[in-house]
Structure formats: structure tokens, C-alpha cells
């Protein structure tokens, strides 16, 4: 697909230092300076470099803690002279990109429920224009990947060039066990679609519980993600919003040496022969997978007609419920999963009928 964003590659942006992960971690939100100060030194200690603090939340009820708004800004500015370390937060509007600007934050991010808002999007993209400061743009609420791209376009074209994703889930009906489901497949599709635009998991608000973070950092990890954004509370069972999902600055540490990071590609001459064997493999199976659809269809084709010129209706669903129940025994037996089974058939099924009804709209043969 064409490229569609003009991006600076995030290892020119000045911040974060390969290899990664690149790790931005600090409280969900910035509660006290002192709350602020003691976790910003606890993760500067061994190593972090880019500092986030949620300065205006957004909650679910009315009547929870909101953010602590612009003075908090101040302590930002704090950590920044006594740290060294670069800070970001969260903005939802023009006066918060403004407030950020006049206070020298050095990057910023779009929470899930902004991003899914365009009007929201085309104003920050507004206060942006003729500005150079990075932003990451987490993935809408729902899994809509247009929706996440078209925000970033109007950033995009309001100049902002240093640009990033966050991919923090969605909310869907069933998300268990995390907080929201992870939809991986939705930002390796965006990978694909944008290669150059550097991705940022984030496992807390993913898991939305501190058990979680470790297999979900990994699995980030493994899919070849550049960061992650984790929350880190100097005392999390006191933290104002999402304490259960936090961690003290040295379980972050111990949790981030411990990720196995895996190389994205590798130059060893007999690794690349292996995998262009297995690659070769899987192309022509892929064109066999082809030529059946084909197969499969146009059998389907005559079906329809047949059932035409019996007037006989087209959907049986009884019929399919036995072809799907005999697939999956079958499916049993060469080690693939129910759920994929039953994704692929009904795809074909869906198919299928749409061509029967082609096949009955066109009317008898003459
Ligand atoms: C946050 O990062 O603190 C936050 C509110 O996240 P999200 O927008 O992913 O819910
Ligand atoms: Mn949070």
C-alpha cells in the first residue's frame, strides 16, 4: 500500500535510546509533587528516559479524580531540571496543547477516547500546526484501524512529522482477562500499512492489572514493537487512579530486564536461506489454497443454480451447522484450532451464499 504519512524516524527525535525497548513509564496521573518527584528519581535511577504523567484524566463517573490540571505542569517542570528525563502527558483539547507548549513538555499523547473523536483530532491537529513537538496517537476505543490512520492523518497534515502509536486495546463486549482485549492483529495491520511509524504497546491499560503486564510487554516485544508505555507509582496502593495496575519503579526495572528481545531480522546466511525455503513453501501452498477457493465457488455456483431451477431456497442451515461440526472434528485432527475453523468456513459459507444469490438474481437459463 502507498505510504500515506510523512513520518521523522523516531530514533531522530532525540529521546529514547536503542535497543529496545524504548520504555516511557510514570503514574497514570501526577497526583503531588512530592508523588511526582520520588517516582520520576525512582525510574531515572537505572535508566528511563522519557517521563508520563496524566495531568487532566479522563473517567469513566463524574465525581473521581480528574487530574490535578495546569499546576501540575510545574512538577513536570521539575523533574525535568532535577531528572534530566524528557516528560509527556495526555491532551483532549486545544487550551490542554496550549498549556503544554507554554510548559515546555516534551511530547504528547492522545488518550483512546480522543483519538476516536475526530472533531477532538482536527482541533489538537490545529493548535499543533507550525509546532515540532512528537506525538503518540493511542488507538481509538473501538477496533476501528481507519479511524486510529485518520487521525494521525490530521496530524499529519497540520505538519506534525514526529509522529508514534500507543496500542492500548479495545473496548469490546468481552475483553477478559484484561481490561481490553489486545487485538494485536489490528496493530500488525497498521505495521504493515505504515511501516515507518514506530509502535508503543501499552500492557497497563491492556491488562489493567499488574499480573498482566509481564506476558503482554513480551508478546510486544516479539511482535517487533519499538516501546512500551507502562505506569509506575512510587506507592501504588495509594495511587488516585488505576492502582492495581501500577508498578513501584524497581518491579518496572525488574520486569523490563527480563524481556527476551528477539531480533527483527537477521543477516546470518543460513537463517536467510532456511526461512526463503519456508517462504517459498508457504507461497505455493497459498496458491493452492487459491485455486481450491476457485474450485470451491464454482461448485457453489452450480449449486445455486440448481437449487433455481428447483426453487428451492438457498440457505439450509442445518445443513451447515453439520458441515461446520464435521470440519471442526476434522480440524482436531491436523492440529488447528476451532475458532479458526470456524472463522475461514463461515467466510467461505458468507461467500458462498452471496454467489447463490447472484446465481438466483440473475434468474433461469434461458
Ligand atoms: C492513560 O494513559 O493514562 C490513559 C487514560 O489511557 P487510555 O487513553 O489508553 O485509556
Ligand atoms: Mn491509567
Not at 500546526?129 to 473501538?142: A, G, M
Not at 497497563?204 to 505506569?231: N, P, T
Not at 517462504?279 to 505455493?284: F, G, K, L, T
Request: glycine content about 8%; charged content about 25%.
Amino acid at each position: 500500500m502507498a505510504k500515506t504519512l510523512d513520518i521523522v524516524p523516531v530514533g531522530e527525535w532525540g529521546f529514547f535510546t536503542l535497543p529496545r525497548p524504548m520504555v516511557i513509564a510514570g503514574p497514570c496521573s501526577a497526583e503531588s509533587e512530592e508523588q511526582v518527584l520520588e517516582t520520576a528519581r525512582g525510574l531515572a535511577a537505572w535508566g528511563i528516559h522519557m517521563f508520563r504523567a496524566g495531568i487532566w484524566k479522563p473517567r469513566t463517573h463524574p465525581g473521581c479524580f480528574e487530574g490535578v490540571g495546569t499546576p501540575g505542569l510545574k512538577w513536570l517542570k521539575k523533574v525535568k531540571a532535577e531528572t534530566g528525563m524528557k516528560v509527556c502527558t495526555e491532551v483532549a483539547n486545544e487550551k490542554h496543547v496550549y498549556e503544554c507548549l507554554k510548559h515546555g513538555v516534551d511530547m504528547l499523547w492522545i488518550g483512546a477516547r480522543t483519538s476516536a473523536n475526530p472533531f477532538l483530532m482536527q482541533e489538537i491537529a490545529d493548535a499543533l500546526q507550525d509546532t515540532d513537538i512528537p506525538v503518540l496517537v493511542k488507538n481509538p476505543v473501538n477496533p476501528d484501524l481507519d479511524l486510529w490512520i485518520g487521525a494521525l492523518e490530521r496530524l499529519n497534515r497540520a505538519g506534525v512529522r514526529k509522529l508514534g502509536v500507543i496500542h492500548r486495546g479495545f473496548s469490546t463486549i468481552s475483553s477478559r482477562p484484561y481490561r481490553n482485549a489486545p487485538g494485536w492483529q489490528i496493530a500488525v495491520e497498521l505495521r504493515t500499512r505504515i511501516p515507518e511509524l514506530p509502535i508503543f504497546a501499552d500492557p497497563s491499560h491492556m491488562g489493567g492489572d499488574r499480573k498482566y503486564l509481564q506476558e503482554l510487554s513480551q508478546r510486544a516485544m516479539d511482535l517487533g514493537f519499538e516501546g512500551l508505555m507502562i505506569e509506575s507509582h512510587c506507592n501504588p496502593a495509594v495511587a488516585l487512579s488505576d492502582a492495581k495496575q501500577q508498578l513501584v519503579p524497581s518491579e518496572l526495572q525488574t520486569l523490563i530486564e527480563s524481556l527476551i528481545i528477539r531480533e527483527k531480522d537477521s543477516v546470518d546466511e543460513d537463517y536467510r536461506e532456511g526461512i526463503g525455503q519456508l517462504r517459498s513453501r508457504i507461497d505455493y501452498i497459498d496458491e493452492d489454497l487459491l485455486k481450491e477457493f476457485g474450485a470451491r465457488m464454482e461448485v457453489s455456483r452450480k449449486i445455486g443454480a440448481y437449487k433455481r431451477d428447483h426453487n428451492v431456497a438457498i440457505v439450509q442451515t442445518t445443513r451447515w451447522d453439520a458441515v461446520m461440526e464435521g470440519m471442526k472434528e476434522k480440524a482436531r485432527a491436523y492440529g488447528l484450532s476451532e475458532k479458526f475453523i470456524e472463522d475461514v468456513f463461515n467466510a467461505i459459507h458468507e461467500e458462498s451464499i452471496r454467489i447463490q444469490n447472484g446465481v438466483l438474481s440473475e434468474g433461469p437459463e434461458a
